[in-house]
């Protein structure tokens, strides 16, 4: 049974980091480009960075060189370090496969910037 539990959110002021996990369980993670994902009230749910098998990278053109995404694969893991946070980054973040797979969206984790 695949599970993707995303943690590492919360209050955070301007120009503040945070880094964000996501803890897989299945062989989803070894064999699946991985993505994280934010949604914020009233907005779709978009793509933030995601990150390919072999660690390529994809990002967002609002957080280009503030956040990097990248895979541990002892821990089955996927991480989002994101620094310079600015209030347009407060949204609720999820990971899921990329492209994403509607039965794996998990609760997500929150994350709010103050100005």
């Known amino acids: 049974q695949v599970r993707l539990v995303e943690s590492g959110g919360g209050l955070v002021q301007a120009g503040g980091s945070l880094r964000l996990s996501c803890a897989t369980s299945?062989?989803?993670?070894?064999?699946?480009?991985m993505g994280w994902y934010r949604q914020d009230p009233g907005n779709q749910r978009e793509l933030v960075a995601r990150?390919?098998?072999?660690?390529?990278?994809t990002y967002a053109d609002s957080v280009k060189g503030r956040f990097t995404i990248y895979r541990d694969y002892a821990k089955n893991t996927v991480y989002l370090q994101m620094n310079s946070l600015n209030p347009g980054d407060t949204a609720v973040y999820y990971c899921n496969t990329y492209p994403p797979i509607d039965a794996h969206w998990g609760q997500g984790t929150q994350v709010t910037v103050s100005s």
């Open positions: 299945g062989n989803i993670f070894s064999i699946s480009p």
């Open positions: 990150v390919g098998g072999g660690g390529s990278t």
